[in-house]
C-alpha cells in the first residue's frame, strides 16, 4: 500500500505519504490564497522526500471538508485527475475527522473549523474515532449551549473563545493525520467515503443582480 494523502479544506495545503505502516513524508503550509499554486509542487516535494514516484501510488485519500468552495475543490479535483490517471481508488475523509484524529483527546470534544462570515464548520466526537453528529455550519453562539463546557480543537475553537473556552491545537488538519486515520480504517475493511465535498452552503461567488445577458442577434 501507498497512500498520498492531501487536503485543501482549510487554510493548510497539506500532502502525506503512507506507506500501510505509517506516514513516510508529509509536508504543510497554511495560505488560503493559494491552494492552487501549492498544492502541486507540495506533493512533488513529498514525493521526492519518500523517494518515490507518482506512479508508485496505489490509493488516493481527500479530505472532503467541509470547508470553502473554492479552496476544497482544489483538492477533490486534484484528486479526482490522479485517480483517473493512475487507475487508483480515491477515498474520501471528513476534514473534522483528520483534526479529530490528531488531536487524540479521551472523552467527548468538538472540533471547528473557521467557515468566515463569522461561522465554524463543527461536530462532536466521543473520542478521537468517533462523531456523534453531522458536520454543521453555524454562528458560535447559536452553538454555545450544545458544546458548552467541552474542549474544543480547530481554528474556528480558537477564534471563538466565548463559545469555546477549552480550544487548543492543532488548528489546522494534517494531511499526515488524514493518511493514518484512512489507513487503519482500510486495514479494518471499512468502505471509506467517496471523495465528494461537504459545502454545507452556497458559494461565495454569485452571478451579479440585473446581470445582462448578450446573445447575438
Known sequence: MLLLALDTATPAVTVALHDGHDVIASSSQ?????????????????????????DAVTGI????????????RVGLMTADT??????????????????????????PFVVATDARRKEVYWARYADSRTRLTEPAVDRP???????AGLPAVGAGALLYPDTFPKAHEP???????????????LAAGEELPAPRPLYLRRPDAQVPKNYKVVTPK
Open 30 to 54: 497554511v495560505d488560503a490564497r493559494r491552494h492552487g499554486e501549492l498544492l502541486l509542487p507540495t506533493i512533488d516535494r513529498v514525493l521526492a522526500e519518500a523517494g518515490s514516484r507518482l
Open 82 to 107: 490522479f485517480g483517473l490517471a493512475l487507475g487508483v481508488p480515491v477515498h474520501g475523509v471528513c476534514t473534522l475527522d483528520g483534526l479529530a484524529y490528531a488531536a487524540d483527546l479521551e472523552g
Open 141 to 147: 453562539a447559536d452553538i454555545a449551549e450544545q458544546v
Open 171 to 185: 488548528e489546522h488538519v494534517s494531511a499526515a493525520a488524514l493518511a493514518r486515520l484512512a489507513a487503519e480504517r
Open 61 to 72: 485519500v481527500v479530505g472532503v471538508g467541509p470547508g470553502p468552495y473554492t479552496g476544497l
